[in-house]
């Protein structure tokens, strides 16, 4: 079993960036592909972007395309979400998962989550 710790969050304006990671341990990272999530008070919780157990192949929901970059060190164990230019609908609990399957899913080990507020 994997067990995932989010950090990075934070406030930051509109038009700033954040750059949000998420440390894993447990059995092997490179057999998972890993995600992030969001969730938005009174919202459901969103998909974000995804990368595959390579770093190769990358999906990102499409209000985030070209704001946002999902990566992975597999050296590290470490998966990172880069959000530029950020905006006030960005805010949200982030959360990253883990998956053995397609980039969409499912996801079956979930991080603690951690906060991004963005003001406008």
């Known amino acids: 079993q994997v067990q995932l710790v989010e950090s990075g969050g934070g406030l930051v304006q509109a038009g700033g960036s954040l750059r949000l990671s998420c440390a894993a341990s447990?059995?092997?990272?490179?057999?998972?592909?890993m995600g992030w999530f969001r969730q938005a008070p009174g919202k459901e919780r969103e998909f974000v972007a995804a990368i595959s157990w390579s770093g190769h192949t990358t999906y990102y929901v499409d209000s985030v395309k070209g704001r946002f970059t999902i990566s992975r060190d597999n050296a590290k164990n470490t998966v990172y979400l880069q959000m530029n230019n950020l905006k006030p609908e960005d805010t949200a609990v982030y959360y990253c998962?883990?998956?053995?399957?397609?980039?969409?899913?499912?996801?079956?080990?979930w991080g603690q989550g951690t906060q991004v507020i963005v003001s406008s």
């Open positions: 998962a883990a998956g053995v399957g397609a980039l969409s899913g499912p996801y079956h080990a």
């Open positions: 447990g059995r092997s990272f490179t057999s998972y592909t």
